[in-house]
Structures are given as C-alpha cells and as structure tokens.
C-alpha cells in the first residue's frame, strides 16, 4: 500500500503539503490549484488510501456526524424519523463527512452517548430530534456549548434550530380543492386527554386560508378517551376511523376533508368504506406527512413535513459548526423552518354535487 511520502515524492511536493491536500478541509484551500492537482493524480496513481485514524489526528477532527436515536423506538425508525436521518446521512456524505446514529447503553441514553461521543472527538458535530432532547434533556443541557442542531424542536432553547413551517403547504392544500369546486371543507384536528389541541399552529393557518378563499372552513377536533387510542399505529386508525363513522351516522355537511395526519386519514377512507362511499367520490381527503400516503388506496394527497429537507439543513449546519466556518456563538438562538409542500395524488377530485354525507 502507498504511503504519504511516496504521493509527496512522486507529485514533487513536501509531506505536509500532499497531507493537506489529501485531508482536505480548510488547510487544502490554501494550497494552489496547480499544486492540488499532482497530488490527486499522484495519489490516484499511486491507489493511496489515507488511513482514517492518522489523518484524524491530524486534523483534530473525526470528519463525521452523529445523530441521537432510541434504537428500539421502531415506529419512529420506521416511519417519522427515517426520512429525516436519511436526510441527514445524504447530506453529510455530500460534504465529505461519515454518518453514525448513536443510540443508548445500558448505563446511558442516546443523548448522553451523542454528548459522550463529541467529547472524546468521535464525532465533529450532533443532530438531535426535538422530541428526544426535550424528554431527555436537562436543563443545564440548554445552555451546553456544544456543535448540536435540533430538528423540529419547538421550545426555547440557544441550541440552532431546523423546523417545518406548515402554513405554505396548507395554503396549497385549500387552493387546490377550492380550484376543484369544493366550497365546505372540513379541517380535523385532535385534542388529547389532557385537553390541549394538537398542532394548533395548522388548524389557524388552515382557519386563515378558509377566510381568504372566501369558503366554508368548518373546524372539529377528535378527543382520545384512552391510552390506546394514542398508543400505536393501528390503535390511532382504528379510533379514528369509530369516530368519524359517528360524524357519518349524524350527518356531515363538507366535500372535502384535510386530516391532522395521515393516519387519521387512513381511519377516514375506512369508516367511509365501510358507510359505502368511496374516495374522492364522495369526500376528497387531504393527509399531513408524507410516510404512510402511498399505503392508501387510493393514494392520498398530502402536505409532506419534508422530513428529509429538514434533515440535510440540519446536517448543512452541523457541518459548518464541525469545520468551523461558523461558531456556537453564531448560531444561538438561530431558527429556520422549511416550508411544507402539498403533493396531490389520487384522493382528491371535483365534488359530486353538494349532499349530506
């Protein structure tokens, strides 16, 4: 195998300048392109391959990025959080930088080992989920001066910010069944046991667009009873469908309906299936995510999280606080939100004429 010295020798350059070239980074900038060149074609004449551990010591750097995840949490692996870690992933390979979920022992959780592995320099930066850290997270935490960027996290915090701004997509979803002729169209949102509403942000964005369009925008909200309701994937379909299987049994005014998730929309499409009606033919459904819409049948249109968008601008940030292009300091407090998009399928239609469902 090749060695530093004789891709040195055989580009005509110093030891130092062909290991700053090869390591890249900030130090191969200062380098002119001309010498750069016989480097590279130098090294790949010769098959070099750096080794990983040296060229870490070098640097002071391990060039990889660590997001925190609990690795038995298969609902989230599989469905809201998969695409966001891709995302991540995609994006740090694109900047030349390894990827590594990072998950608990049995002495620490996910987050201790994340922080544990930027101390010891495995990893250059962090991305964690906002629902983790805000479980999982003390206080003192917050105030950690750390390369760590949340992804959809809410609360206040120092900490770099990277979140969904729902209100576009929603716009796009009430213009695209207003341009299809519907004229009453339902949002349905949840309250939870403890009484607080869901996403409240999302029922006023939609509340908004109803009134600008000039429409009827009715608002009702499905409240879980009991633990199971909320407790897993087939428990939230299969309550949503028994409740809105009552809203058809007493009788429901709309053309069309926009669903707090996906899921509720599946819970929708099978209480209607069961009433004897059919989508969009009867009532045109809109779903929130983008993870389960192609599972529909027929698919359902839907305003995407872009889970995967915010992963790669969490990771866009995590790398330049990781290269030092940017500071903890510069970063504080710094929030951006991604706009969500409304990706029509095959749920929605021109309403029959106006009926009670």
């Not at 890249?24 to 098959?47: F, N, T």
């Not at 690795?71 to 966001?84: K, L």
């Not at 030349?96 to 990893?123: A, C, H, S, W």
Request: one cysteine or more; charged letters at 25%; aromatic letters at 6%.
């Amino acid at each position: 195998m090749a060695t530093l010295t004789e891709v040195a020798k055989l580009a005509g350059v110093s030891i130092s300048t062909a290991s700053k070239v090869l390591g890249g980074g900030v130090e191969a900038d200062r380098i002119s392109p001309q010498r750069a060149d016989l480097v590279r074609h130098a090294a790949e004449r010769l098959k070099y391959r750096p080794n990983y551990h040296a060229r870490s010591l070098l640097r002071g750097k391990a060039q990889a990025l660590g997001f925190v995840l609990h690795a038995s949490e298969s609902d989230v692996i599989g469905g809201f959080w998969a695409r966001t870690i891709g995302g991540v992933a995609d994006q740090a390979r694109a900047h030349g930088y390894d990827f590594l979920v990072i998950g608990p022992t049995g002495e620490m959780n996910e987050l201790e080992r994340g922080l544990q592995y930027l101390k010891e320099g495995r990893i250059d930066a962090l991305v964690a989920p906002g629902f983790i850290y805000s479980v999982r997270a003390s206080e003192a935490l917050h105030e950690l001066q750390a390369p760590i960027v949340l992804a959809e996290y809410y609360k206040p915090t120092h900490l770099p910010v990277v979140g969904l701004d729902p209100a576009p997509g929603i716009a796009e979803a009430v213009k695209h069944l207003v341009d299809l002729g519907h004229r009453e169209i339902l949002w349905l949102g949840f309250v939870e046991k403890n009484g607080q509403e869901v996403a409240p942000e999302r029922r006023e964005a939609f509340e908004r667009c109803a009134q600008a369009s000039g429409i009827r925008g009715k608002v009702e909200h499905f409240r879980w009873t009991s633990a199971e309701s909320s407790g897993s994937t087939p428990a939230f379909i299969r309550r949503s469908k028994e409740m809105f299987a009552e809203k058809i049994r007493a009788g429901l005014n709309a053309t069309a309906v926009i669903a707090y998730n996906e899921l509720m929309g599946l819970g929708i499409y099978a209480a209607l299936h069961e009433a004897g009606l059919r989508v969009p033919r009867d009532l045109s459904v809109i779903g929130f995510d983008d993870i389960h819409a192609d599972l529909a049948v027929p698919p359902m249109t839907t305003v995407s999280l872009m889970l995967g968008q915010i992963g790669r601008r969490a990771a866009d940030l995590a790398v330049e606080l990781a290269a030092g292009r940017r500071t903890t300091l510069d970063l504080r407090r710094h929030r951006e939100q991604v706009a969500a998009q409304l990706i029509v399928k095959e749920s929605t239609a021109a309403p029959r004429e106006r009926r009670a469902l």
